[in-house]
T-cell receptor
């Protein structure tokens, strides 16, 4: 159990375009999902916390107008990178918590974004 | 910050035992995780410690000392497929489910 999927797994886009990444919990309802970014040889950096039915909470230094997060249902959160630039190229990973009493986060397979 | 420190790289021989250490700031501590991450893939959950002591799960064990701000991941009977990065992560604070990750320890298992 506790399977999280992400789509797409890889995307290449032109500078200035927007890219939407989906994160789904397949066999459980996730009240909270998290979005991370990982640059090569670096650790995961938390970008934002996404709660179903409410606004996302962004970490310091992450532009909320550039990285739009929507958590419309208990099984789906989306991250939209708006007006992407080459410096946004990274590995974007989502995770989901099972529920209030469970601390473990389960990660999706990640999305490799390359902005040309 | 959370100041999570772990060695950058380690090498061990197939069949051997390896211990990966992690130290962290103790203020506001409320749980420590270990994840395995193969190159280009997302992390997979290995263990969670919130109380002092050793948690054993098959070939993998994790230890926690809250007073020392110290944890280790022990891998026994190493296999080639264990070559990966091992990430130490702690919850950001009491009541928080957000995680702060260390930079990871890249383990290379050699024949």
């Amino acid at each position: 159990g506790a399977v999280v999927s992400q789509h797409p797994s890889r995307v290449i886009c032109k500078s200035g375009t927007s890219v939407k990444i989906e994160c789904r919990s397949l066999d459980f309802q996730a009240t909270t999902m998290f979005w991370y970014r990982q640059f090569p040889k670096q650790s995961l950096m938390l970008m934002a916390t996404s709660n179903e039915g409410s606004k996302a909470t962004y970490e310091q230094g992450v532009e909320k107008d550039k990285f739009l997060i929507n958590h419309a249902s208990l099984t789906l959160s989306t991250l939209t990178v708006t007006s992407a630039h080459p410096e946004d190229s990274s590995f974007y990973i989502c995770s989901a918590r099972l529920g209030r009493s469970t601390d473990t986060q389960y990660f999706g397979p990640g999305t490799r974004l390359t902005v040309l | 910050g959370q100041n999570i420190d772990q060695p950058t790289e380690m090498t061990a021989t197939e069949g051997a035992i390896v211990q990966i250490n992690c130290t962290y700031q103790t203020s506001g501590f409320n749980g420590l995780f270990w994840y395995q991450q193969h190159a280009g893939e997302a992390p997979t959950f290995l263990s969670y410690n919130v109380l002092d002591g050793l948690e054993e799960k098959g070939r993998f064990s994790s230890f926690l000392s809250r007073s020392k701000g110290y944890s280790y991941l022990l891998l026994k009977e190493l296999q080639m497929k264990d070559s990966a990065s091992y990430l130490c992560a702690r919850r950001m604070g009491a009541g928080s489910y957000q995680l702060t990750f260390g930079k990871g320890t890249k383990l290379s298992v050699i024949p």
